[in-house]
């Protein structure tokens, strides 16, 4: 979970044996709240043949206060890093570009 003030991102894999989704679920339900925020949009990707659904809840203005990425298929591993790393998924989606993105964008 990264966090930027009152912004967050989380990203989880659906087949996370370690730390299971329903967690992340409990995450995003606080940070909503913690946002005072009922507004949210869900958007659906494919990244090399994997299907994966990113979740933004927004403040009142609209603005970005969350972002939550679930991967299909995904382990407990970062996704998109490179294949030698340890803990990484190479299938993606690219989590770190995703991350940089959201937090540059606060």
Same mark, same amino acid.
């Given at each position: 979970?990264?966090?930027?003030?009152?912004?967050?991102?989380?990203?989880?894999?659906?087949?996370?044996?370690?730390?299971?989704?329903?967690?992340?679920?409990?995450?995003?339900?606080?940070?909503?709240?913690?946002?005072?925020?009922?507004?949210?949009?869900?958007?659906?990707?494919?990244?090399?043949?994997?299907?994966?659904?990113?979740?933004?809840?927004?403040?009142?203005?609209?603005?970005?206060?969350?972002? #939550?990425?679930?991967?299909?298929?995904?382990?407990?591993?970062?996704?998109?890093?490179?294949?030698?790393?340890? #803990?990484?998924?190479?299938?993606?989606?690219?989590?770190?570009?995703?991350?940089?993105?959201?937090?540059?964008?606060?």
């Amino acid at each position: 979970i990264g966090r930027g003030g009152s912004h967050r991102g989380k990203i989880e894999g659906r087949a996370d044996r370690i730390v299971h989704p329903s967690n992340a679920d409990r995450i995003v339900a606080q940070a909503a709240a913690d946002a005072r925020s009922d507004h949210s949009r869900q958007e659906r990707s494919l990244t090399n043949g994997r299907s994966h659904s990113r979740t933004v809840i927004t403040d009142a203005d609209g603005a970005s206060v969350l972002e #939550y990425w679930l991967i299909e298929g995904a382990g407990h591993a970062w996704s998109g890093d490179h294949p030698s790393g340890s #803990y990484t998924d190479a299938r993606g989606p690219d989590g770190s570009t995703e991350m940089v993105r959201f937090f540059l964008n606060c």
